[in-house]
C-alpha cells in the first residue's frame, strides 16, 4: 500500500522528527536523496555535465542548493537562478559557492532542478517563474512535488513546472498521486528522511498494489457453491441500450460471481450472449434472491426504470448505482439505507449530482468524491483517468493506479458495474469492493488487445485476476 498524507500532517511529522536530530539533518538527507536522483535522470555521469536550479525562497530552495552543492563537488557546473534573492536559503547558498556553484542565468543546462515552492505553494506560478521556464527545453526535476501544483487537492490553477521526474520527501502527498496534478509531476520517487515514526496511522490517500487487491479478493474453498461465491442482480438496458445489460452481466461473470440474475427488458440479449445467467422481464423485486444488485447501466428513462431503481434501494443486500441509475436515485433513499451503497459516477454525471459543473469536478477531483460520499451517505468510486473511491465515514480516499486511456470506451463502466457487483456479492464491503473492482478493470483494460472495446475488457478480466492473484496463491 502506498500512503499520501496532507501537508499539516507531513510538516507536524517533520517538526517532531526535528526535535530528535541535529539542525539540518532532515535537508541534509533530502538534500542526497535529490541529487541522486539528479544523477540518474544525468544518466550516471554527473563530472562536466551542467544544472541549473530554479530556487525560490524557503526550505525547498535549500533542498535544491544543498541537492547542487553535493552535485558540484562531483563535478558538474551548477548555477543557481535566485527568483527572489533577498530570501534565499543563505546555508544552501553558501553550500553550494564553497563547492564550486555560482549564482547566475538559466543558460543551457543539461538538467534543471525545480526548487521554487514546494508543498506550501498555492496557486499557479508567478510571472517571474513563467519567464524562466519558457526557456527551459532540458528534463525537468521537481524537489518534493512540481511547483504550481496544489500538494494538497491535485489542483492546478494556472502555471506549473511539468517535471520529468519527482523526488518526494518523508512521504507521499495527494498532489502526486491524483489527477490533473499527477500528470505534471512525471515519474516520481520516495525517498525516506524519517518521518514513518511520526506519521498518523490513518493516511489521507491510499493506493492499493497487487499484495493489498489479492488479500481482498474472495478464493472459493472445497465446500464452495455457486451460492456461497455470491448471486448479484443486473437491472440494466433498455429497449434503447440493451448492450448494456450484456456488458454488465459479462462483468459480473468475469467478476467471479457464482450466478448471475438478470431483470430487464434485455433478457433476450442477454441470454443469447450468457446463457448461464438467470433472465426475467419482470421487475428486480420478481427476479429472485440475491446478495447485491448493480442497477442503472443503459435503463434510459421512464417511469419502469425509475421503479426499477427504487426496488433496488428498497432491497436490504448491498446495491450498486451507476450511470442513468444515479439521474433516476433518491438522495434521501439512498442516505436511509443501512445496507452498503456505491455509486459510479464519471465526472460529468459527478457534477449533475453536485449543482456544479464538470470542470469544477475535473479540477478539485478529491474534494468532489468526498463531497458526494458525504451528501449521499454511500461509498463512492468517481471514475476517469485516476478513479478515487470514498466511503461516507471520511476515512482514506483510494486512488487507483492501474488505470488506462484505453477504458474511455463506450461500455467500459458498464462492465465495472457489474464485476463491483459481484464483489459485493461474494461479500466485500463496499470500499474493497469498489477499490479491487477498479484496480481489476484498469488491469484488464491494459491486457486487452488495442484499441479494445468494451466486450475485449470484459474477456479480459480472468487473465486480470491471474496476475494479481496467481493459480498458486489462489490454491489452485
Known sequence: MRYGYRVETVRAAERALMARVPEGELMRRAAAGLAVAAGRLLGGRVYGRRVSLLVGSGDNGG?????????????AGVTAVLLNPERAHPGGLAALRRAGGRVGE???????IDGITGIGGTGGLRENAVRVLVGVTAPVLAVDL?????????????????????????????????EPARRYAGVTHLVDIGLGP?????ADIEVLQHADVAALLPRPGADTDKYRRGVVGVAAGSQRYPGAAVLAVAGALRGGAGAVRYAGTAAHEVIARYPETLVSQGSPR?????????????????????????????????VLVDADGLRLADVEQVRARRADTVLTPHAGEAAALLGTDRAAVEARRLDAVRALAGRYRATVLLKGSDTLVAGPDGGPVRVNPTGTGWLA????????????GALLAAGL?????????????????????????ASDIAAALPAAWREVCPPAERGA
Open 198 to 202: 511520526h506519521l498518523p496511522p490513518q
Open 106 to 112: 538559466l543558460g543551457t543546462p543539461h538538467l534543471v
Open 286 to 318: 420478481a427476479a429472485g434472491r440475491v446478495q447485491a444488485w448493480a442497477v442503472g447501466s443503459g435503463l434510459s428513462g421512464g417511469e419502469e426504470a425509475a421503479r426499477a431503481v427504487r426496488e433496488v434501494l428498497d432491497a436490504d443486500v448491498p
Open 409 to 420: 470506451t463506450a461500455g467500459s463502466g458498464d462492465v465495472l458495474s457489474g464485476l463491483v
Open 429 to 453: 464491503p463496499a470500499r474493497e469492493a469498489a477499490s479491487a473492482g477498479a484496480y481489476l478493470h484498469g488491469i484488464a483494460g491494459r491486457r486487452a488487445a488495442a484499441p479494445p472495446a
Open 146 to 178: 512540481p511547483s504550481g501544483v496544489d500538494a494538497d487537492t491535485g489542483e492546478v490553477a494556472g502555471d506549473a513546472v511539468r517535471a520529468t521526474a519527482s523526488v518526494t520527501f518523508g512521504a507521499w502527498k495527494p498532489g502526486l498521486l491524483i
Open 63 to 75: 533542498d535544491a542548493l544543498y541537492a547542487g552543492a553535493r552535485l558540484a563537488r562531483r563535478g
